[in-house]
Nanobody, 125 residues
Framework: QVQLVESGGGLVQPGGSLRLSCAAS????????IGWFRQAPGKEREGVSC????????YYADSVKGRFTISRDNAKNTVYLQMNSLKPEDTAVYYC??????????????????WGQGTQVTVSS
């Protein structure tokens, strides 16, 4: 069964950090670009960060540049999103997505072939 499972969300104070994980099962992530997206209540889904399958190139939304870092560990079939200096406006459900097409996922921020169920991130004092 092909599956992406996110974990690592939770409640954190402004200025705090979280690390999200996206673990794949039923397929190998080696040949897929992986993206992180988020959706806050009443807002459209937005692309946050993305990493290529080939050379590890990374992409970030302007709102998270300098604060978030995406990385991948193909041996563990997992992609991570390190989130530092969190702000209340980062509050959302975070999803990971996989797509063999880098441009579609990381440039156009279009829906990938596979999606996880999401993990809630809440930044509040």
């Amino acid at each position: 069964q092909v599956q992406l499972v996110e974990s690592g969300g939770g409640l954190v104070q402004p200025g705090g950090s979280l690390r999200l994980s996206c673990a794949a099962s039923g397929f190998t992530l080696d040949y897929y670009a992986i993206g992180w997206f988020r959706q806050a209540p009443g807002k459209e889904r937005e692309g946050v960060s993305c990493i290529s399958s080939s050379d590890g190139s990374t992409y970030y939304a302007d709102s998270v540049k300098g604060r978030f870092t995406i990385s991948r560990d193909n041996a563990k079939n997992t992609v991570y999103l390190q989130m530092n200096s969190l702000k209340p406006e980062d509050t959302a459900v975070y999803y990971c997505a996989a797509d063999p097409n880098l441009v579609r996922l990381c440039i156009l921020w279009s829906p990938g072939d596979y999606w996880g169920q999401g993990t809630q991130v809440t930044v509040s004092s």
